[in-house]
């Protein structure tokens, strides 16, 4: 019976394998427009509730944009800050030109509009460009990141546009992470190129501002602790094409977990934001924990000189993944991290589904159902 449940894990596995990496390389290397042939005018959305540590850094970085200073704008909602995030803005607005800042005091009263959905759909409501982009207040972002997420857009077809995130580590456990989020990024990133979209992030997302409005905004999306996931799947269920763009000259910086609980936190917002794929949740889930179970069946049969060999083809197909993600984004610098970060991935998947299952999510203070 074992050597059965280990034939159909490693089947599994490898169809998991050939699908992701199909789907990841036909949407890598989809031709993408030049930079700079469409220029539209671009309102950069940046929500921000107590993030008096990095809003400044991350205004900063936009504002060195190579996009011309008179095709974008910056919108920075101040969502209820309690800190000084409040004065940092206004202190940033006089140097920064277009820069505008919009003030929430209260909770939005609208359903699908509480917490981070709120404060986007204000600043979206308060900008005039034609691409709405949005990125998070603790990113910091390269200077062609506007120009090259704009440039998707020059097909009509393409309504939403979703790029990679990037953790700059300083020690194993960041190390870790970084791995962690190009992984992700890679199997959204397939997702797309198989016409499956499985997820995107907030801090690096691109929508058409006329597609936003025929979906009647946040406000006629579902409400969801993952917002990005839920304008995604609105995106495409109304028809119109999503690309992923995997290079360096798109990719934004975000700031790592500090906190193992913190961590955990994020990871449990995103279990319970990923129960929307509905059965692309559960094909996706049954995939990912088939070397997990192959792992278990062979400590309890005793079959313990099996265990690296199931370790190591898990470590291969993952970095069959990775790499040329890595490769396309110019971090080859995390090649050597991502040998050790898929023995704590393959963990941290045997722990996941137990998140998804706590419906009260904590995030920026507040707690959601």
Known sequence: MPEVIYAVAAALFIVRIILLSVGAHRERNRRIAPPYRFRPFVSVIIPARNEELRIAQCLLSIARSDYPPDRYEIIAVDDRSEDRTSAILRECAVSIPNLRIVTLTEPRPERNLRGKPGALDAGISASTGEIILMTDADCIVPSGWIAAIAAQFDNSRVGLTASFTEIRPGNIFESMQAIEWTLTHSM????????????CFGNNLAVRRSVYEALGGFAGIRFSVTEDLALLQAVFAAGHEIRYVCHKNAAVETAPCTTFGEYIRQHHRWARGGLGLGWRATVFIILSATLAVSLAVAVYSEHYALLPLIVAI?????NTIIYPSLRALNRTDLYFSSVYSVLFLMALEMFIPILALIPSVRWKGQIFR
């Not at 997702?191 to 997820?199: A, D």
């Not at 898990?314 to 993952?318: M, N, P, V, Y």
């Open 188 to 199: 959204a990133l397939a997702g797309v190129g198989l016409r499956q979209p499985l997820g």
């Open 314 to 318: 898990r470590a291969i197909g993952d």
